[in-house]
C-alpha cells in the first residue's frame, strides 16, 4: 500500500505547494518532519493526486504506507493529521 491524500488535504496542498515528509527513528518511534519540496530527493517515493505532489523518504513511506494524509487550515497555519486507510 501507499500514503493517500484525502480531499481537505488536495485543496491545501493547492495553497501550500509541493511537501517532503521526512522520517526520523528514535527510541523506537518515528517523528515526521514536513516541509515544502520543490523536488524529491534520491530514494523518495512520490504521491500524487489531482496535480498536488507530497514526497517521503523510505522511512517516513515505510511508517505511513496504510494511512491517508489529512491537512486542515486554520486561519494562517495547517494541521496535519495520518488516518488509518479504511480496508478495501
Known sequence: ???????????????IGDLRIRGIE????VE???EEAAEPVVDDQL????GVKVYLDPVAAS???????????????FHFS???QEPA
Not at 504521491?47 to 489531482?50: F, G, I, L, Y
Not at 496504510?66 to 486561519?75: E, F, P, S, W
Open 32 to 34: 515526521l518532519e514536513i
Open 82 to 84: 495520518f488516518a488509518e
Open 47 to 50: 504521491v500524487e493526486r489531482d
Open 63 to 77: 511508517a505511513r504506507d496504510d494511512q491517508v494524509l489529512g491537512i486542515h487550515g486554520h486561519d494562517d497555519h
Open 1 to 15: 500500500m501507499m500514503l493517500q491524500i484525502n480531499d481537505e488535504a488536495v485543496e491545501a496542498l493547492r495553497q
Open 26 to 29: 528514535a527510541d523506537g518511534e
